[in-house]
């Protein structure tokens, strides 16, 4: 059975610090796909990156930047020089490929930056 | 080219009472799936559809919820006899058809379910 751990709850960070949003993921499936959400006060999902588990390189994009470890079944997501508009909860989602499937997702990180 | 769009958006009913989620996938997706938010928890997958085809109801109660996906028209989720308990965020996301593996799945806004 597949299944998302995001073991932080509530992260409170001062404005300018980075954070690192954990995620670890269970699988028996040797291909699958692992994606980041991020759901601000207003309560849309807005989708931040999809990887799948052959690409272990490592993304950056702007103040954003992902390490996928296949070794530790870990997905971790950096927000560097966090600022206010951060603040959101944060989902990590995991689908096995079999063509069009539903998502896993964890429970969330609610990240709050403190100006 | 508009995104998934759900509505209402927001919906109050009275213990007892139907409620039905719309939900209209983006232009030229053909898949749609149904998940529901409980509060301070993440969302958990209902039901994925194709048109006029129930794929995987693996996550639906077995009663008083129902989904459609007509030819013609939204997607439609249905609870009957609503409870306190449905009360939650029920987010509608749509894919296009792909063979090489799950598509980045396009949420809508989300429909939040008030049970008085």
């Known amino acids: 059975a597949q299944k998302v751990t995001q073991a932080q709850t509530e992260i409170s960070v001062v404005e300018k610090e980075d954070v690192t949003l954990d995620c670890v993921y269970e699988?028996?499936?040797?291909?699958?796909?692992l994606f980041w959400y991020k759901q601000p006060p207003s309560g849309e999902l807005v989708f931040l990156i999809r990887?799948?588990?052959?690409?272990?390189q490592n993304e950056i994009s702007g103040r954003y930047s992902w390490n996928f470890q296949k070794s530790t079944s870990s997905f971790n997501f950096t927000i560097t020089a966090s600022q206010v508009v951060d603040s959101a909860v944060y989902f990590c989602a995991l689908s096995e490929r079999r063509g069009n499937t539903p998502l896993v997702f964890g429970k969330g990180t609610r990240l709050s930056v403190i100006a | 080219n508009a995104g998934v769009m759900q509505n209402p958006r927001h919906l109050v009913r009275r213990r007892g009472q139907e409620a039905r989620l719309r939900c209209s996938p983006m232009k030229g997706h053909s898949h749609v799936y149904w998940y529901r938010q409980l509060p301070e928890e993440g969302l958990k997958f209902m039901v994925y559809?194709?048109?006029?085809?129930?794929?995987?109801e693996s996550g639906m109660p077995k009663e008083r919820f129902s989904a459609e996906f007509p030819k013609e028209g939204p997607s439609i989720l249905r609870i009957q006899q609503v409870v306190r308990g449905d009360s939650a965020a029920y987010f509608c996301a749509s894919s296009p058809f792909t063979a090489g593996g799950p598509n980045e799945q396009f949420f809508g806004p989300g429909t939040r379910l008030t049970v008085l």
């Open positions: 559809l194709q048109k006029e085809n129930i794929i995987d």
């Open positions: 990887r799948n588990s052959f690409d272990e």
């Open positions: 699988t028996r499936d040797t291909t699958y796909y």
